[in-house]
């Protein structure tokens, strides 16, 4: 039987050619009895091929994805690919018009509500219809996240580490594809309810991407996460031509590494002001800090020191110079032999 939605679309995924169209959500509130949220959705087909769904703001404040995908779902034509693209935006809509990382309606993290349900809050509404009528269609996702307000991260494409070890070589391989100046294969820190492990689950190639941050763009971030999407097709046999690998702060090679555990993530062991020794892309030799704390209340106190258990590359490091204890400051990885 199939699954009940609350969700409906004009969009028709079985047919050729580009449509533009909605996701109708309900959104019955004080000033709009019968209101509904109209979330962009964009279907590009072009006969028999892979489908890929390609989805960005998933965190309203992070928006190398969102750009890059409205860029594409203008300029591609059907006839330049093979196969579907299923494009959304914005996929927690409401966070990414208000530019917060979680919803403003229900104050929900998209990335931690998969499968959805189908009686929940709005964003469980979405991402039941998600879980449900979108990923059973699809080979492969390219969720594009960035280091939203935050994180500031070098620009990157990620995944996780799989007992299947022949799912485990496709999501290399797909890693690779995006040529991103840095691409990972890493532990995550919590990976209950994330789309990432809805579509890992089910057997299919599931690659994030973090693409810069501080909820801003780059034209560099932009452009890679512009190019990584085409290399990305290029990949799965979508479109022709050759990859190109993006330049970023002088780096012109796509290299893989890897966060093995969690004594790569570095956490503030207290509330004050944050100061980094380093920039994202910097490397830090083992047991030396990457940053301090200082106490705006307590002047006269030393800084605390934040050290990292292991040495390797910054990957990202926090925006706000604000603390407090408990955030993420810096995470690094290692080269990868892989
Ligand atoms: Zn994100």
Redesign the pocket.
């Known amino acids: 039987m199939t699954e009940m939605t609350r969700v409906s679309t004009d969009i028709d995924y079985d047919k050729n050619g580009k449509q533009h169209g909605h996701l109708s959500v309900p959104n019955s509130r004080d000033n709009s009895g019968w209101g509904t949220l109209l979330m962009p959705i964009t279907v590009i087909k072009n006969g028999e091929g892979p489908t890929l769904l390609l989805s960005g703001g998933?965190?309203g404040d992070?928006y190398e994805g969102p750009v890059a995908l409205m860029k594409l779902i203008r300029a591609l034509d059907p006839s330049e690919i093979k196969g579907k693209i299923i494009v959304i935006p914005g996929l927690n809509y409401p966070a990414f018009l208000a530019g917060k990382?979680l919803s403003p309606i229900d104050g929900k993290n998209m990335?931690r509500i998969f499968p959805g349900k189908y009686d929940g809050t709005i964003s469980e509404v979405i991402a039941h219809y998600v879980y449900h009528y979108v990923l059973p269609q699809i080979d492969a996702c390219y969720d594009l996240?960035?280091g939203?307000y935050s994180m500031f991260m070098v620009p990157s494409a990620m995944c996780h580490y799989l007992e299947d070890k022949d799912l485990m070589a496709r999501h290399i391989e797909a890693l690779k594809a995006f040529r991103a100046p840095m691409m990972l294969i890493a532990e995550e820190l919590d990976v209950a309810g994330m789309l990432d492990t809805a579509v890992e689950e089910m057997g299919k190639v599931f690659i994030g991407t973090?693409l810069g941050g501080g909820a801003i763009l780059t034209p560099e971030s932009v452009k890679v996460a512009e190019t990584g999407i085409r290399n990305v097709l290029k990949h799965f046999g979508m479109m022709e031509g050759e990859p190109v690998t993006p330049t970023w702060r002088g780096q012109t090679e796509a290299k893989l590494y890897e966060i093995p555990d969690l004594g790569y993530f570095c956490q503030a062991k207290a509330d004050g002001l944050y100061e980094p020794f380093y920039e994202i892309g910097d490397w830090v030799e083992e047991g030396a800090p990457v940053g301090q704390i200082h106490f705006p209340q307590s002047p006269e106190h030393d800084a605390m020191v934040v050290a990292p258990k292991k040495g390797g590359r910054i990957w990202c490091r926090r925006a706000p110079g604000m603390v407090e204890k408990g955030d993420a400051v810096a995470v690094l990885a290692i080269e990868s032999e892989k």
């Open positions: 998933n965190h992070e990382r990335n996240h960035s939203g973090e």
